[in-house]
């Protein structure tokens, strides 16, 4: 579904000390990784995805602002795409309310085709899948209709007491931003998705992040993570980011 026009992906390849000549100066990129399993490396033809999970109030959005703001990120949010197509008055909008309204997972068919559509749209090669996947059902439907496994999977750790405040706190009239939904989404999110943050774990993509503290703080052990990306923008200039570009494959 995607074409790199033109790939620097090698690059990710090396280890965390690997040198670059540049002029009179040496780089050495990948030194605020710790493991070769934290190195990110997207792989030939595809986007470089990121997964970001969390409880609902974990400060997922919020931490997605962030990255978007230093590492030229598109944030794709899941619960976003689902709450536009309710206002969009689309067939699936009634079903789709009552279910959010229920604090339960929408299916992955509907989900998946609309974060497809918002890839396709898009001239950025690196996403924030933002709330998704929420369940083994969404991460299966995703791999087999994008074809994409992701980069990077970061998952905001936050204790149940502080989600339920930070919800209830929320303030932008939300249907499932109310106490009982809360309860609901909890549970819904203990059942579902720890097998995704097991499956991720297990493949060593996994970034776990304590998400209690000032939204600074927690951006701080998040920083270290795209490192590379900025790294790779100071070595190559804005430029890069077209040499990254991904066109759908219609257009190819
Ligand atoms: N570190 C934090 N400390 C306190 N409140 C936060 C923090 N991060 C986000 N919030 C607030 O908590 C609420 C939920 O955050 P949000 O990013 O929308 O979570 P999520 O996308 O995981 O549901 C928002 O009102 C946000 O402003
Ligand atoms: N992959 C997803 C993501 C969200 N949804 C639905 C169910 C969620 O409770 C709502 C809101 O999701 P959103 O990610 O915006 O909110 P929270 O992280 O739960 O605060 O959307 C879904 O069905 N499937």
């Known amino acids: ?66 990255i978007v703001e230093a590492f030229g990120f598109t944030h794709v949010s899941a619960g976003d795409l689902l709450r536009r197509e309710i206002a969009s008055g689309s067939a699936y909008g009634s079903v789709i309310l009552s279910t959010i309204r229920e604090g339960k997972i929408v299916p992955s068919q509907v989900t998946v085709e609309l974060i497809q559509k918002e890839m ?9 899948i933002d709330g998704f996947p929420r369940s083994e059902e969404n ?3 995703f791999e087999q ?21 930070r919800v209830l706190n929320r303030n932008q009239g939300r249907v499932d931003d109310n106490i009982d ?7 819904i999110f203990d059942e579902l998705n720890w097998p995704v943050i ?7 993509k996994l970034h776990k992040i304590n998400a209690v503290g000032t939204v600074d703080e927690i951006f701080e052990k998040v920083r270290p993570i795209f490192a590379p990306l900025s790294t790779l923008s100071s070595l190559f200039g804005k430029d890069h980011c077209e040499e990254w570009k991904f066109v759908p494959k219609e257009a190819s």
């Open 181 to 187: 939904t809360i309860k609901k989404r909890l549970e």
């Open 139 to 141: 991460r299966k439907a």
């Open 1 to 66: 579904m995607w074409r790199r026009v033109a790939s620097v992906s090698h690059l990710f390849s090396h280890s965390k000390s690997t040198k670059f000549n540049q002029g009179a100066s040496t780089f050495k990129i990948w030194e605020t990784f710790t493991s070769e399993s934290e190195i990110p490396t997207p792989s030939k033809g595809s986007p470089f995805v990121t997964f970001v999970l969390g409880g609902p109030g974990s400060g997922k959005g919020t931490q997605c602002a962030k």
């Open 145 to 165: 209709t994008i074809g994409a496994e992701p980069d990077v999977v970061l998952f905001f750790d936050c204790p149940e007491q502080e989600m339920v405040k």
């Open 120 to 128: 396709e749209s898009s001239d950025n090669y690196k996403f924030l």
């Open 198 to 204: 097991n499956y991720y774990s297990q493949r060593g």
